[in-house]
C-alpha cells in the first residue's frame, strides 16, 4: 500500500502539474506547426520582449509574521490525528502536544488551558464549559468532515474560529458504501461469519448482482456525487434526493420528496449532516415506503436513523439488509463499550442477519487522513501566522495578501468585534495617526472580523494600537502580527 508521505508528495505533484496546465491554444489551430512542437505554452522565443520582462521579475518573499503579546504558540492534538499535520505545526515552531486518544471533560478542561489551538477529530466535545477554561485559543480544527462536536455559536462570540475538512474524505467514503453495497446483495459478511464457524452454506437465494439495480442517494453533496458516478460506472441507475436543486453527474436524476426515493431505490443510502431536519428522517414512514426487500445503508450521522424502525423493518423482512457505520451514541475510546449501556437497541441490533455495523470508519484510510491533515494543518497555519480565515465554518471569512520581506515596519490587525453600527469609524479613528495599506472587514449574523495591514509603526505604536483596540466596548478578540 502507498504510504502517506507518498501520498502527501503525489497530491502536491498533481496540484503543481495541474497550475502548470498551458491554456493555450492547441496545435490543431497553429498552422504549419506539429503536435509535439507545440505542445503546452509558447517558447519565449516567440515573445523576446515578455520573456525578458518575466525573467526580471520577482516575486518578493513572504514575510514570517509573529504574534504582539504572545509567547510560543501551543497547540494541542487529540485523537491520533494524522502525523501529516503534526510535522507541519512542527514545522512551524509551534509547540505540539501530542496524544493518540480523546480525554475526558475535566482532563480536557485542564489540558486546554494554555492552549492557542486545538486539534481534534470526532469523539471530542468541545462545549462551552470547556472553551471556558481556555485563556489563550483562537482556533479550533476538526480533523474531519463534521463539526457537531464544536458548539460553534459559542466559539464564535469569543472570537474562536472552527476549520474542518470537507471534502478530503469524499472518495474514501464513496468506496466504503459501493464495498457495502456489493456486500449485502451478496450477504457476504453473513456467509463469512458462518464459515469462521465452520458452517458451509453455499446458498444463491436473496442473492444479487448490482448491475441493473437503482441505487438512492439522499443527499448529493462531495460524497453523493462522487458515489453517483462510481455506481452508474458498475452499471446501477441512480436517482437523488437534496433539498437544494442541483445538477446531476451522468445519468442521475433530482426527484422531488424523499419518499418517492424510497418507493425507486433497490438500495438507499444517506449523506446528509446531523440537523434538527435531518433527525430521524429514515423512520418507519420512510422504510415502509421502500421497496420490500430493499437495503438501507447509513455513513453519514448516527441521529439521522431511527434504529429501533430499523430494526423492526428488518424483523419483519421489509428490508433484506442493511449497513450502519455511524450510531446515536459512539464510544469515546477504541475498546469493548459498544453496547446496552450506551444504546438500549445494541442487543436486538446485533442479532440481525444481513446486517453490517462498522465502528465510524468511513473516512478511515491512509489517504484521507493524510489529506485532512495536510488541509486542516494549512488551514491552521494561515489563521496563526496570517489572520486568514477562509474556508472557516462560524466565522467571518476574511483573507489578505501576505506581507513581504520588503513591507518593513508593517503590523497586522486582526479584530474580531460585536457587529454593530459604529465599529469601522472608532476603528479608524485609531488607525487614524498611521497609514492603512489595506484593509478589509466582512461579518457573519453578530460577528464581524477586521482585518488591516498597517505601515510605518514601531513597537511603541504597536503597543498602542494594541491596548486603545482592547478598550473598545465592542472587541471580542484583538490579535496584533508584526
Not at 430499523?310 to 475510546?333: C, F, R
Not at 449501556?341 to 468511513?362: D, M, Q, R, V, Y
Not at 486568514?388 to 497586522?412: C, K, M, Q, W, Y
Not at 466582512?442 to 511603541?460: H, K, P, Q, T, W
Request: net charge negative; hydrophobic share 40%.
Amino acid at each position: 500500500m502507498t504510504s502517506p508521505k507518498y501520498i502527501n508528495s503525489e497530491l502536491s505533484n498533481q496540484f503543481q502539474n495541474a497550475v502548470k496546465m498551458s491554456t493555450s491554444p492547441s496545435a490543431s489551430f497553429m498552422p504549419g506547426g506539429s503536435p509535439s512542437q507545440f505542445a503546452g505554452s509558447p517558447p519565449s522565443s516567440y515573445f523576446p520582449a515578455a520573456a525578458s520582462r518575466r525573467a526580471s521579475m520577482k516575486t518578493p518573499a513572504p514575510k514570517l509574521l509573529k504574534p504582539f503579546a504572545t509567547e510560543d504558540i501551543k497547540i494541542l492534538l487529540l485523537e491520533n490525528v494524522n502525523q501529516a499535520a503534526v510535522e507541519m505545526l512542527q514545522s512551524q515552531g509551534y509547540q505540539v502536544e501530542f496524544h493518540k486518544t480523546s480525554l475526558n471533560e475535566d482532563e480536557l478542561i485542564e489540558k486546554i488551558r494554555d492552549v492557542h489551538a486545538i486539534g481534534i477529530r470526532s469523539k471530542t466535545k468541545l462545549t462551552a464549559r470547556v472553551m471556558a477554561e481556555a485563556r489563550n485559543l483562537v482556533v479550533i480544527g476538526c480533523f474531519c468532515i463534521g463539526v457537531n462536536q464544536v458548539d460553534l455559536e459559542w466559539a464564535a462570540k469569543h472570537g474562536i474560529a472552527v476549520f474542518n475538512s470537507p471534502f478530503s474524505n469524499s472518495r474514501s467514503v464513496a468506496e466504503l458504501v459501493i464495498g457495502e453495497i456489493i456486500a449485502l446483495a451478496r450477504q457476504f459478511t453473513d456467509r463469512s461469519n458462518e464459515l469462521h464457524q465452520g458452517i458451509w452454506n453455499k446458498v444463491s437465494a436473496g442473492c444479487w448482482e448490482i448491475r441493473g439495480k437503482t441505487l438512492g442517494i439522499v443527499g448529493y453533496g462531495h460524497i453523493g456525487a462522487q458515489l453517483s458516478v462510481l455506481a452508474e460506472s458498475m452499471g446501477m441507475s441512480v436517482v437523488y434526493y437534496d433539498v437544494l436543486p442541483i445538477m446531476s453527474l451522468g445519468m442521475a436524476k433530482q426527484v422531488n420528496t424523499l419518499d418517492e426515493l424510497c418507493r425507486e431505490a433497490d438500495f438507499v443510502t444517506l449523506h446528509v449532516p446531523a440537523l434538527p431536519e435531518t433527525e430521524n428522517m429514515i423512520s418507519a414512514p420512510q422504510l415502509a415506503a421502500m421497496k420490500n426487500g430493499s437495503y438501507l445503508i447509513n455513513c453519514s450521522r448516527g441521529t439521522v436513523v431511527d434504529i429501533p424502525a430499523l430494526i423492526d423493518a428488518m424483523k419483519t423482512g421489509k428490508l433484506a439488509g442493511a449497513s450502519l457505520d455511524v450510531y446515536p451514541n459512539e464510544p469515546a475510546k477504541n475498546g469493548p463499550y459498544f453496547d446496552t449501556a450506551l444504546n438500549a437497541w445494541f442487543e436486538p441490533l446485533s442479532k440481525l442477519k444481513n446486517l453490517i455495523l462498522t465502528p465510524h470508519i468511513g473516512g478511515s484510510t491512509e489517504e484521507a487522513q493524510s489529506a485532512i491533515g495536510v488541509e486542516v494543518g494549512q488551514a491552521l497555519i494561515k489563521y496563526i501566522n496570517e489572520g486568514s480565515t477562509i474556508g472557516a465554518v462560524n466565522f467571518p471569512e476574511v483573507s489578505l495578501r501576505s506581507l513581504t520581506l520588503e513591507d518593513e515596519n508593517h503590523v497586522r490587525v486582526l479584530y474580531v468585534h460585536s457587529n454593530v453600527p459604529g465599529v469601522l469609524r472608532t476603528v479608524n479613528e485609531i488607525f487614524a495617526e498611521h497609514n492603512i495599506d489595506k484593509q478589509f472587514s466582512e461579518s457573519r449574523g453578530d460577528i464581524a472580523y477586521l482585518m488591516a495591514d498597517i505601515s510605518g509603526v514601531n513597537a511603541e505604536d504597536i503597543r498602542e494600537l494594541y491596548d486603545k483596540l482592547e478598550r473598545t466596548p465592542f472587541k471580542i478578540l484583538t490579535r496584533l502580527l508584526y
